[in-house]
T-cell receptor, first 116, second 113 residues
């Protein structure tokens, strides 16, 4: 299994440009999520999905869109990039979204995004 | 509000000495707590988790964590640190009625040879 894969690894955007960060997992996990990591702030949840066709907002959803048309893929779209979106983005998946069953999340390698 | 706190930005320890990385939580209901490790330019890797049962949880690479309900803590420990343990460590947890995982701000562990 490749696990969780993310593309691209690094991207530079100009303010106002749009782009899609790709995330895929081959473990048939029902739960997928996107985080951003900023110095001193840990990881903050952007959006998450508990299954194909179902998405919901996390802590910091503004400026980002997601969709989940298949179990495997969970792309993150930046509609109009801003310098405040400069960050490292991580995608994660889990076999279950049920916290009672203690779903362990598996993380991708990350995408570094620089918005000028 | 649900929260997970890591009070130390950095922990320094000499190789061979025991290490502790601290984590406290504030969640309603039963807490479900995790430790993850991040090596430079890599994604997070799962170390261990507490769901229920024994308060001492054993995980990967010789790490363990002690759940203390009265002190609302979940400190990460290792009896003998290695230089290769140097990394960024995150505590995380679910709580309340949410299925959202909340992360602490991270603690940088530096093990000196």
């Amino acid at each position: 299994n490749a696990g969780v894969t993310q593309t691209p690894k690094f991207q530079v955007l100009k303010t106002g440009q749009s782009m899609t960060l790709q995330c895929a997992q081959d473990m048939n996990h029902e739960y997928m999520s996107w985080y951003r990591q900023d110095p001193g702030m840990g990881l903050r949840l952007i959006h998450y999905s508990v299954g194909a066709g179902i998405t919901d907002q996390g802590e910091v959803p503004n400026g980002y869109n997601v969709s989940r048309s298949t179990t495997e893929d969970f792309p993150l779209r930046l509609l109009s990039a801003a310098p405040s979106q400069t960050s490292v983005y991580f995608c994660a998946s889990s076999p279950t979204y049920d916290r009672v069953r203690g779903g362990t999340q598996y993380f991708g390698p990350g995408t570094r995004l620089l918005v000028l | 509000a649900q929260s997970v706190a890591q009070p130390e930005d950095q922990v320094n320890v000499a190789e061979g000495n025991p290490l502790t990385v601290k984590c406290t939580y504030s969640v309603s209901g039963n807490p479900y707590l995790f430790w993850y490790v991040q090596y430079p330019n890599r994604g997070l890797q799962f170390l261990l988790k507490y769901i229920t049962g024994d308060n001492l949880v054993k995980g990967s690479y010789g790490f363990e964590a002690e759940f203390n309900k009265s002190q609302t803590s979940f400190h990460l420990k290792k009896p003998s640190a290695l230089v290769s343990d140097s990394a960024l460590y995150f505590c995380a947890g679910y709580g309340g009625a949410t299925n959202k995982l909340i992360f602490g701000t991270g603690t940088l562990l530096a093990v000196q040879p």
